[in-house]
């Protein structure tokens, strides 16, 4: 993945598994792992070419932001999918909870 | 059968209506979370079987002076048999079909999000392998599973002292060991089933303000208490996106007070009582069999 969100452009399996040489991995294996990447929806695949290409679907970035939207609650049927440690609080009753720990420490 | 339909009717409204709101405003699930669990799970359950066997009821009542009775002479269905049995058999596959539905949406939802947080996060052993994401917002959250994760963001990471850290992550941590998600589950597709019963909501509601409870109260044993509270309240009143305030804030505040003056545990007697309260909410919906066998 890391490969292709720095490629300026979408790459083939085989400048894939260049970039990676000194991870030792076969070709086929890379191309294996691409082939699954696409099937999860995080890849898209040129086939236009006749050596099929590959390139990211969405940034980094773009990923951290869709899972930091389902952890502050904007997608409303992951509420079983994950435990929040705390929600956001009102003012009023952040004044309560300020008040609360003032009187212990 | 009469006075079966009659016993079925109170019953169901004591679960519903009389119980629920009881519960909601009583001081003691506070001070014993599990026996709250319980009981919510009684409700549930009881809910849900004397609604169908109170329509099995009225749709076996013409045949018969008993349930078995009525089934032995099904032969002899009139209308009300047919519309009673039909919306019956309907309630118990929209039940389960929901519950399925649900299930294997959480599911989906769930890999969905630990391919994107393994994708993207960088795991942090120091912090019990937790995977941190790269935002400048504060959030701390658990994706349950076989392969469950912690997720912490770098805004959290910087808000939070070290020991605020590892209370939250004790906190994760034992939604995950105790499978947490498990015991929300059936009440989720109980929320999608009924949407508008106040009942379910209550229900629904109390649920997942008692596993934090729990959860507070696991990661209480080997941190201190005063060192969630402040994470709570930092992670709590951290800018948040306009849309996401003031959810779930009362319970924040309620866990708060609960961490830095936590109140006794229930004692034996009133503990007992509770446990027995919850057996006989769970096993109410035998009396209907019961009473046209013994009147």
Redesign the interface.
């Known amino acids: 993945m890391e490969t292709l969100w720095n490629a300026p452009a979408p790459l083939t399996g085989r400048q894939v598994a260049d970039a990676l040489d000194s991870h030792d991995l076969a070709y086929t294996t890379v191309l294996t792992v691409l082939s699954r990447l696409k099937k999860k929806g995080l890849l898209s695949r040129d086939a236009t070419a006749r050596a099929h290409t590959y390139a990211a679907v969405a940034s980094r970035e773009d990923h951290v932001a869709v899972l930091m939207q389902q952890a502050l609650g904007h997608a409303d049927d992951r509420q079983a999918a994950l435990q929040h440690f705390a929600r956001s609080v009102t003012p009023a009753e952040a004044d309560a909870l300020r008040r609360a720990l003032d009187g212990i420490t | 059968m009469l006075a079966a339909a009659g016993v079925l009717v109170a019953c169901l409204l004591l679960v519903s209506l009389v119980l629920p709101p009881a519960v909601a405003g009583a001081a003691w699930p506070a001070r014993a979370p599990v026996l709250g669990l319980l009981l919510w799970q009684a409700a549930g359950l009881a809910g849900g079987l004397l609604t169908l066997l109170l329509l099995a009821t009225i749709a076996l009542a013409p045949l018969g002076d008993t349930h078995v009775q009525g089934l032995r002479h099904l032969d002899r269905a009139g209308v009300v048999t047919w519309v009673a049995g039909a919306v019956g058999l309907l309630l118990l596959l929209r039940l389960l079909g929901v519950l399925l539905v649900?299930t294997w949406?959480?599911l989906r939802?769930?890999r969905s999000?630990r391919?994107?947080?393994d994708?993207?996060s960088e795991r942090n052993l120091l912090l019990r392998g937790a995977s941190v994401?790269?935002?400048a917002?504060p959030?701390?959250?658990?994706?349950?599973g076989l392969r469950p994760r912690l997720?912490l963001?770098r805004g959290a990471l910087s808000l939070l002292s070290y020991d605020e850290l590892r209370a939250?992550l004790a906190?994760?941590e034992a939604?995950l060991r105790h499978r947490?998600?498990l015991v929300?589950?059936p009440f989720?597709a109980l929320g999608a089933t009924f949407p508008a019963l106040p009942a379910v909501r209550t229900a629904g509601a109390e649920v997942s303000l008692l596993?934090e409870l729990l959860a507070d109260d696991r990661a209480a044993r080997h941190h201190e208490r005063?060192h969630l509270?402040?994470?709570?309240?930092k992670?709590?009143?951290?800018e948040?996106?306009s849309?996401?305030?003031?959810?779930?804030?009362?319970?924040?505040?309620l866990?708060?007070?609960r961490l830095?003056d936590p109140p006794a545990p229930l004692s034996l007697g009133p503990a007992s009582a509770l446990v027995a309260l919850a057996v006989v909410v769970a096993a109410s919906p035998l009396l209907g069999i019961a009473v046209p066998l013994l009147v």
């Open positions: 649900s949406r959480t939802a769930r999000n391919l994107l947080v994708l993207v994401l790269d935002h917002l959030v701390a959250y658990c994706l349950p997720v963001s939250v906190h994760e939604h947490h998600d929300v589950l989720v596993i005063t509270a402040r994470a709570l309240w992670i709590g009143t951290a948040a996106p849309g996401a305030l003031g959810a779930g804030g009362e319970d924040v505040l866990r708060a007070r830095l």
